[in-house]
C-alpha cells in the first residue's frame, strides 16, 4: 500500500525533532520529504553561540547527520527555498521550481531576526545572529576589523558579544533599557551580570537609543538619540526575533504575530501543521527551544492518530551560555516588592537569589552566581506550588551541604531535569548507575540530559556528585530483586543517608519490638541515629519515607502515625478515581457495573497509605471522554468483560498504561486491579510512581505476579 506524503517546510529544531517523534511512533507510516532554505543537515541553533566562543566546532552542533536522513528514508531537499503553499490542490513549489505533493503539511520555518526601522541596516558589515552564515561571517570580519558593536543586551545580543571578544574585538554593547537582560533579570542580577561581563572585556552603554548606522561604503559608527556616537567596523543587530509567516500569510493561513495553531498545533486548513517558532498557541509564539520541543511530541501523536494530551503552553526559562557565568531565570520575574517570596543577594560571594510569588504560588525565579537549583525552582513555577514549597527545612538549614547537593537530594524522582529532552532525575540517576557513569559528559552522551541549551548542566552535574556518593555507600543490598532493581533501589534515600530505600525498608522490617511507634518524631528521630544517618535529625525526604515504611509494615496504626508529626507532610492515601460520563444513574448494566467497580475501589483505598498520588479511571470504552489508558489503573468494558490497565501518566512525555488482563466479571476486575495495587504498595519505594514501578519492574514480571495473586485471592 503507498504511504502517506508527509512535507515538512524547515529543516530546523523544531521540524526534525517532530520527525524523530514521529519515527519513533511508526517508522513506517509516511513517506517523509524535508525542505529546508540552509544548504546543511539539522544542527542544534543554540549551540551557534559555543561556535563562535571557540568551543565547539560546526561538526559537533549537527544534530543529524546526512546519513541520518537516508537510513530512515527521508528525502532531503537541502538549500532549497519554499515559495509558495497550495493548500487545496496540496503542494508546495519551491524557488528553484520543484514541485512537491503532500498529504500532511508541517510548517516549521522559524523566525529571522527582526530588523529595526532605523537608516543603515542594509550597509556592510552590519550582520545579525541566527544562522551558521552568520557565525562564518563574525569570524571572517574579526580577521580585518577590531571594533565590534551589539545592538541588544539581551540573551543573544550578549553571547554574540562573548563571541566577538573571543575573535579578539573591541566589543562594545548597546542597549535601549537601563539594564541588560531586563526581560529575565531584575536589577540587582543584572548590575552583578555586567560587572562579570565587564571583567572579560564587554563594555556597555545603557538607556541609548540607536537611531543611525553610518557609514559610505561599510559601517564606521552608530548614532544615538542623546546626540551620541560611537565608532564601530561590525555592528551585530540582536533586538529580537519576527516569526517566519510570509508563506502562511499568502496562502491564506490564519495568521496573527505568527500561525495560530490549537493545541493539537492544527493551523486553519485542513491536514496543514504548525511547530517551532512560526507557531502562536493561545496567543504566545515561544522563542526557545523546550516549548517547541513539547509541541513537537503533541503534533507526532495526533499526525500518527494517536490519542494525546492537547499541548497546554509552556513556561518558558533561559539561561545564558556563556563560560564563567551562571545566570538562570524562569517564568515571571516582575511585579513590585510585594510579589517577592525570597531574596537572598551575597555580594561576598557573587551570589544571588530572589523567587516570586503571585496569589501565595511560585510564579518566577532568578538566580545569578549558583543556578544548581534552577531546575528545582522552574518545577515548582510550572507546578504553581505554593510558597510553603520553599521554606526550607529546620533540620536542612543547619548544615554544611552545597546548595546544589540539597537541591539534587530533595528534588522529586519524575521531576524533569533536561526540558529540552525530556529527561528526568530518575532517567539520569538510573542510567548513571546502570552503566558506571562519572561525569556529565557521559550522562549527556547517554541521555541527551544538557545536550541542547545546557541550561540543566549544574543539576546533571550535582545529580552525578550525589549518586556517586551513593554508590560508594557501605552497605550491600541483600535481597535484590532483579539486576536493574537492585542498581536503581541502590540509590539512597536521600543525601542524610547512605541507605538506600531498599534497605530502608529492610532495617525498619528487622526493627526490635521495644520500638515505639507512639512516641513519634523522637523516635523515628532516635531510629535514625540507630540506622547510622548522617545528619542527626535527617530532612523531610527521609522522615518521611520511614514513616511511609513504618505503615507498610504495620508499625503503626494510620492515623497516629499521621497525627503524631502536624510538621511533617501527609503521606499519600487513597486511590483517587474518576468515572467521566458514568454517574451510577440510569444506564446499561455494563454502565452500573462499570460504576459499581469504581465505588469499590474507592472505598476499599481511601485511607490506603501509597507510594505516589495515584489516580484511576473506570469508564465505557479506551474512547470515553476520561482516557483510561493514560492513568495509574485504567478499567474499561470489553465485548468479554473488562480490560484492565496499568502505569499509563498523562504527564510529559505521555505514556499508555499496559493491558494487565481481561476480567470476566466485576470481581475479577477488582481482584486484578486490587493485585497490581497490592503489589505497586509492597514494592514499590517511597515516592515511586506507578508508571516509574511498572518501567522498573517489567510488564510480565508484574503481570505474572498479579495474575498468580489475583486468582489466589
Ligand atoms: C545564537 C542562538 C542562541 C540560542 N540560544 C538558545 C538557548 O540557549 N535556549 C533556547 O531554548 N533557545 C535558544 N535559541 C533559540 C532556538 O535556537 C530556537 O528557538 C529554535 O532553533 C527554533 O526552532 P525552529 O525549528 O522553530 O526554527 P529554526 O531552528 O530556525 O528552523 C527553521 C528552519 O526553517 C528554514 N526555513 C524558513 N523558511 C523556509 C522556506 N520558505 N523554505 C525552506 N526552509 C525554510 C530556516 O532556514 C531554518 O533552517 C537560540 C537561537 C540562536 C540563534
Not at 140 to 154: D, K
Not at 175 to 199: F, G, T, V
Request: proline share 4%.
Amino acid at each position: 500500500m503507498e504511504r502517506r506524503k508527509l512535507l515538512l517546510i524547515g529543516n530546523g529544531m523544531s521540524g526534525i525533532r517532530c520527525i524523530e517523534e514521529i519515527i519513533k511512533l511508526d517508522p513506517d507510516l509516511f513517506d517523509i520529504t524535508v525542505i529546508g532554505s540552509e544548504p546543511r543537515p539539522n544542527y542544534n541553533r543554540i549551540l551557534l553561540s559555543k561556535v563562535l566562543q571557540g568551543e565547539h566546532s560546526f561538526q559537533e552542533i549537527i544534530l543529524n547527520d546526512w546519513n541520518w536522513y537516508e537510513e530512515h528514508g527521508i528525502t532531503l531537499l537541502a538549500g532549497e527555498i519554499v515559495r509558495h503553499i497550495d493548500t487545496k490542490a496540496r503542494y508546495v513549489d519551491t524557488v528553484s521550481g520543484i514541485r512537491k505533493r503532500y498529504d500532511v503539511l508541517i510548517i516549521a520555518t522559524g523566525s529571522a531576526p527582526f530588523i529595526p526601522p532605523i537608516p543603515g541596516t542594509n550597509i556592510e558589515g552590519v550582520i545579525s545572529f541566527r544562522t551558521l552564515d552568520d557565525c562564518n561571517r563574525m569570524t571572517e570580519l574579526s580577521r580585518s576589523y577590531s571594533r565590534a558593536a551589539v545592538i541588544g543586551g539581551g540573551l543573544l545580543g550578549l553571547e554574540a558579544a562573548r563571541g566577538l571578544l573571543h575573535l579578539g574585538m573591541e566589543t562594545e554593547v548597546i542597549h535601549n533599557a537601563p539594564y541588560i537582560m531586563n526581560r529575565q533579570l531584575d536589577p540587582i542580577s543584572a548590575r552583578m551580570l555586567q560587572r562579570e561581563l565587564e571583567k572579560q572585556g564587554m563594555r556597555f552603554h545603557l538607556s541609548k537609543n540607536t537611531t543611525k548606522i553610518a557609514g559610505r561604503t561599510r559601517v564606521q559608527s552608530l548614532r544615538f538619540s542623546d546626540g551620541t556616537q560611537l565608532d564601530a567596523d561590525v555592528v551585530i543587530i540582536a533586538v529580537g526575533i519576527r516569526p517566519s509567516i510570509e508563506l502562511a500569510q499568502k496562502c491564506g493561513l490564519h495568521t496573527n504575530r505568527a500561525i495560530v495553531v490549537d493545541d493539537f498545533m492544527r493551523t486553519s486548513a485542513p491536514d496543514v501543521y504548525a511547530v517551532g517558532e512560526c507557531a502562536e498557541h493561545r496567543g504566545i509564539s515561544y522563542g526557545l527551544v523546550a516549548p517547541l520541543y513539547e509541541q513537537g511530541k503533541v503534533l507526532a501523536r495526533a499526525i500518527c492518530g494517536l490519542e494525546s494530551e492537547p499541548y497546554n503552553g509552556s513556561i518558558p526559562y533561559s539561561q545564558l551560555k556563556v563560560s564563567g557565568v551562571d545566570v538562570f531565570s524562569a517564568g515571571e520575574i516582575t511585579g513590585d516588592d510585594s510579589n517577592i517570596a525570597y531574596q537572598n543577594y551575597d555580594a561576598i560571594q557573587g551570589i544571588y537569589k530572589k523567587v516570586m510569588m503571585g496569589e501565595g504560588k511560585v510564579t518566577g525565579a532568578i538566580l545569578f552566581g549558583d543556578t544548581s537549583e534552577g531546575t528545582t525552582l522552574l518545577g515548582l513555577v510550572k507546578k504553581g506550588a505554593s510558597v510553603a514549597e520553599l521554606i526550607p527545612d529546620e533540620a536542612d538549614s543547619n548544615d554544611n551541604a552545597s546548595a546544589a547537593d540539597k537541591a539534587a537530594a530533595t528534588l522529586p524522582d519524575q521531576e524533569t531535569v533536561c526540558a529540552c529532552n525530556g529527561v528526568s532525575k530518575h532517567d539520569i540517576m538510573t542510567t548513571i548507575a546502570e552503566h558506571g557513569l562519572n561525569n556529565a559528559d557521559e550522562v549527556k552522551a547517554k541521555t541527551k540530559a544538557s545536550g541542547s541549551c545546557g541550561g540543566c548542566r549544574p543539576m546533571v552535574e550535582a545529580l552525578v556528585h550525589f549518586t556517586l556518593r551513593g554508590s560508594n555507600a557501605k552497605r550491600e543490598i541483600t535481597n535484590s530483586e532483579s539486576t536493574i532493581t537492585a542498581k536503581s533501589a541502590a540509590l539512597p534515600v536521600c543525601d542524610c543517608t547512605d541507605l538506600s530505600h531498599e534497605l530502608l525498608k529492610k532495617e525498619v522490617q528487622q526493627l526490635s519490638p521495644s520500638f515505639n511507634v507512639n512516641r513519634g518524631h523522637a523516635e523515628i528521630i532516635n531510629l535514625m541515629n540507630y540506622l547510622g544517618w548522617n545528619k542527626e535529625t535527617g530532612c523531610i525526604l527521609c522522615r518521611t519515607s520511614i514513616r511511609y515504611y513504618l505503615e507498610l509494615l504495620g508499625l503503626g496504626a494510620d492515623r497516629e502515625i499521621d497525627s503524631y508529626s502536624l510538621l511533617e507532610e501527609p503521606l499519600y492515601r487513597g486511590v483517587r478515581v474518576i468515572t467521566g460520563e458514568l454517574d451510577g444513574t440510569g444506564g446499561s448494566v455494563v454502565q452500573e457495573n462499570l460504576y459499581r467497580i469504581a465505588q469499590r475501589l474507592r472505598s476499599e483505598w481511601e485511607y490506603v497509605s501509597l507510594p505516589y498520588p495515584l489516580q484511576a479511571a473506570v469508564t465505557q470504552s479506551t474512547d470515553s471522554t476520561v482516557s483510561v489508558l493514560v492513568q495509574g489503573i485504567g478499567i474499561c468494558s470489553s465485548p468479554v468483560g473488562f480490560e484492565v490497565y496499568l502505569g499509563g501518566h498523562a504527564k510529559h512525555p505521555v505514556c499508555e498504561g499496559h493491558l494487565m488482563g481481561v476480567a470476566e466479571d466485576i470481581e475479577e476486575a477488582i481482584r486484578l486491579a486490587t493485585a497490581c495495587l497490592q503489589w505497586y504498595r509492597q514494592t514499590a519505594t517511597y515516592e515511586e510512581p506507578l508508571w516509574n514501578w511498572v518501567k522498573r519492574v517489567g510488564v510480565i514480571s508484574i503481570r505474572e505476579n498479579v495474575l498468580r495473586e489475583s486468582m489466589v485471592c
